[in-house]
């Protein structure tokens, strides 16, 4: 069933604008595995004890419409800010925080609106323990909400984390691995985790796209440094992003997903030692809206084609 045959077999429809002209609003909120503060999973040398590191992003993201398979289109406008810290401890090992908020707002023509402002919060910690000088355990716990306005709090929540071993073979080359498992919005789910970077020459790197923008943090990138102050980037994630809604909507209690994969072209220019900027150009593959109900069984999904992103990240440091 798609999302407009579920909305005919409400109730309430026959109250709302039946000629489908009011414009919907979809918000979603940032959710899987984007990392709260970036120097989380960064590759470099340890820290040493006293030191402090801190990190402030703002990202703003637009989506150009893109048509659904079963009529209608959307588009999206996306807005978050995140800071975080770490503080090195004894013998190389690191201890950080970071708190973050994001909104996203899809604006949908042809339809009613499954669900409306969505937002999402989430705080985490990061202790890394380093066992020598090329190895070192990572372990990320964290906790988010992502809920329309309205939504029960408790219903929102996800509670999980992430642990990893790193191994730097070379000073060019580190790999990671580990788990993830996060539980809540009335699903538990596990998936494996990947860390890498690979210098393979002064110019060209593989690694895991740390920097903020659309894809988040899970996939892997291939980058080109042509200069200290810039880099470009090819790369990809798959994204999931899921949001309780609230009680008097298409699914009272329910919870609204967002899926697809992320291809991203990305251009970073660095304004000295503390300042960043990105650009992203980038689209959504495979990409998939579903609406359940409050146990989480599946009531409607539909599926939308590729799309065009646009996207702007400033990063401060100190």
Known sequence: MDIRQLFCKLPFIDSINTSMQTKLTLLSALAGLTLT??????????????????????????????????????????YSLRMGSRWGLSGGSSFGAGI????????????????EQIHQFDIGVQYTHQFDRTQSLMLLPRIQSAMESGADFGNSLRY??????????????????????????????GFPVLFVYWKINDNWRISNPFRPGPSGRAGLEVVYTPLRSWELALGGAYRNE?????????????????????????STHRLGKQNTLDLYLATTVGGELTIDDDSGSKLASEEYDPNIIL????SLRF
Do not use: C, H
């Open 100 to 115: 973050g908020y994001g909104y996203q707002s899809y604006d949908f023509s042809g339809g009613l609106a499954p669900w």
């Open 160 to 189: 999980g984390g992430i642990a990893a071993y790193m191994k730097m073979f070379s000073p060019d080359l580190m790999l990671g691995f580990g788990g993830a498992v996060f539980a809540g919005q009335e699903e538990v789910s």
């Open 311 to 314: 996207a702007l990240a400033y």
């Open 242 to 266: 899921r949001f309780a809604l609230d009680d008097s909507g298409i699914a009272p209690d329910g919870y609204g997903e967002n899926s697809g994969t992320a291809l991203f072209l990305r």
């Open 37 to 78: 503060v970036q120097s989380f999973a960064q590759m470099g040398p340890p820290m040493q004890p006293g030191e402090q590191r801190t990190t402030i992003e703002a990202v703003t993201i637009q989506t150009l419409p893109s048509d659904l398979e079963n009529g209608g289109d959307f588009s999206i406008q996306n």
